[in-house]
């Protein structure tokens, strides 16, 4: 087991939050709620290297496939939408996967928005890419303002989601009056936990509500205490506070990146 400094009762982890100064207590270890890095170089590799920390890598939640039925009683046809907004690579990928099963070809003229390069770049997998048709922000869908603004009038949009939704997507577009249709098409869905019942860290590290809903679902009794949290993005860090956690570390502009934000964090903590 974890050499870690807070405790777990028997129904789970046990965590509330930490004294203000406590919040720099060292940190030996450390759980990634995401897949553990495919690639040899990582910089949690080089964190955990430097500075001696054991750094754990797990989903808390898991993506499928909404049934096509599902799909099919909301009634929403594709191909009557001349522009999707994608807002990850899951959303290409089930928006294509339900089309197939659907027996649905979408035009060569659609038009398609997405949040960043890296969506733009996946969707190749699935379309002929052409600039004209194909619109790119840097992050958010703010910085697609000018093109949405642009295409308003002229587009029926589509914005393939998750059981979840798109809450900050679509309140946005609303503000813009764009004419949209939220179609469900995968849901997110927690993973067991139970064999992290009796196992402790020092720093739980989230990047979506839905983890935090999943670590909810596993250990219901969960309440912060030494242990620290690390989140990413603004609808995890409200779930965070809706459940009357505190955020001990967070990315900002002068830490950019959960790897920056945790390494400038450990180096106060562990120092000597």
Do not use: W
Request: glycine content about 2%; proline content about 4%.
């Amino acid at each position: 087991m974890l050499e870690t400094l807070h405790n777990i009762n028997s129904q789970g982890m046990t965590v509330t939050a930490p004294a203000e100064n406590e919040k720099y207590k060292r940190v030996r270890s450390i759980l990634v709620t995401q897949p553990k890095p495919s690639l040899p170089k990582s910089p949690y590799f080089d964190i955990e290297q430097k500075y001696g920390i054991k750094i754990d890598f797990r989903e808390f939640t898991r993506v499928e496939a909404l049934d096509i039925k599902e799909v099919r009683r909301q009634r929403v046809n594709p191909a009557e939408f001349s522009a999707v907004i994608l807002n990850s690579k899951n959303a290409v990928d089930y928006f294509f996967k339900c089309c197939k099963e659907m027996r649905i070809t979408m035009s060569e003229e659609t038009k398609y928005f997405c949040l960043t390069e890296m969506i733009a770049n996946y969707l190749q997998k699935f379309i002929v890419y052409r600039k004209r048709k194909v619109f790119v922000g840097n992050r958010t869908i703010e910085d697609l303002k000018s093109y949405l603004v642009k295409h308003r009038d002229k587009e029926n949009f589509l914005v393939p989601c998750s059981n979840s939704g798109a809450k900050e997507l679509t309140k946005y577009l609303d503000e813009l009056k764009v004419k949209y249709k939220e179609v469900v098409m995968y849901e997110t869905l927690s993973n067991d936990l139970s064999d992290l019942s009796d196992v402790k860290y020092d720093i739980l590290v989230f990047f979506t509500p839905q983890a935090i809903q999943s670590l909810y679902e596993n250990f219901p009794d969960f309440s912060q205490d030494e242990t620290r949290i690390a989140v990413s993005g603004s609808q995890t860090a409200q779930a965070v506070r809706e459940r009357g956690l505190n955020i001990n570390i967070q990315p900002n502009t002068e830490a950019p990146s959960m790897t920056t934000a945790l390494e400038n964090y450990i180096k106060l903590a562990n120092k000597a």
